[in-house]
């Protein structure tokens, strides 16, 4: 079966609430460092996907017969969070990703799926990238763990060498699972990590899914064996999660993260902050994901206020399919019309990126040359 013809770039209507992305913002040079690989997945490939593997894509009993139907079933407002009520007649955020997951059977689909995400970057200006993926949303439906690593290990290769986009992955653990399944996960995955005689597709480990009373050291003994190996540690501390507080202080000062993902509430307490700017730890924001929950007037100042407090941060889009189509060229546009930041501050926050990633010193230092150059009134 053909692919759809419908444009993949624009299949939500009214994603930027008006806003465009401007010139600026798109010439940009850019690093990601927060994306969920499943949730690049856009509608087009999943269909594409879905016809290949003779996969239904239906939810709740009603099935999803044609590419139109399938395109509206995003026009929605994922729940993250099922714990604390909202619309039961769509599905919750993880529902939606996980039932995107449904159609990654073989190896080549994985390749697929990280292809069109970096070939994505390159028409953004993304030039390095960190991408959060998992194998075990993937070993739970029966594929073989090494199809979903070898997928990716070849689109590492690829798409440095047709896009121009590099990359370093970040193995996650799910962290709504048992953590023995998750050490297991790691085992299983470790030959492919950057490590002596690794293969090198994963140079960190992070935590990943549904938060609710499952805090960062649940899983201390797992990050501690990927630090013993030598790879870097960060973990979500999700905004507005129950007891994100103190998951954010487990991060800094129990488990001992590099970084943190999300962790925007950490702005409530004066010792956390503390321990950010004391331990030189980056959180990496994803607005859009918290502007479709949060009012403009409360959620934009607080990344004022991160700034002004001296808490290192950057831009990223978190599952852009499933969070209206807004990818990082959108969240740096948002950002930069509600805070009101300038263009000296928005390549800062690129520089930050930059400071933040585990790349290795030549992209690092190739990147910040480009940045270099922009001239910014």
Known sequence: MLMPRQSQTSFILNTMDGLV??????ELPKVELH??????LRPALRWKLAQRNFVRLHFRGHEYKTYEELLASYEVTYNHRPELGGRKDVPTFLEAYFAGCEVLLKEEDFYELAMDYLERCQEMNVRYVEPFFDIQAHTRRGVEAKDVLNGYLRAQKDGLSKFGVASNWIFCFLRDEPVEDGEAAYETARPWASIEGGKGLFHAVGLASNAYERPPTLFKNAFQRAKDDGLHITTHCDFGQKDTHEHIRQAIFEVGVERIDHGLDALDVDTLVDGLRERNIG?????????????TEVLFPKLRELLDKGVQFCINSD??????????????????????????????????SVDMSWADDSIKEQIRSELDKIIVL
């Open 35 to 40: 994306i969920h690989i499943e949730g690049t």
């Open 283 to 295: 959180l990496t924001l994803c607005p859009h994901a918290y502007h479709r929950r949060t009012p």
């Open 21 to 26: 992305v401007s010139p600026f913002i798109a």
């Open 319 to 352: 599952d852009p399919v499933y969070m209206h189509n807004v990818w990082i060229d959108g969240n740096m546009e948002k950002t930069m019309h509600y805070c009101g930041f300038t263009k000296a501050e928005m390549v800062q926050f690129v520089r930050n």
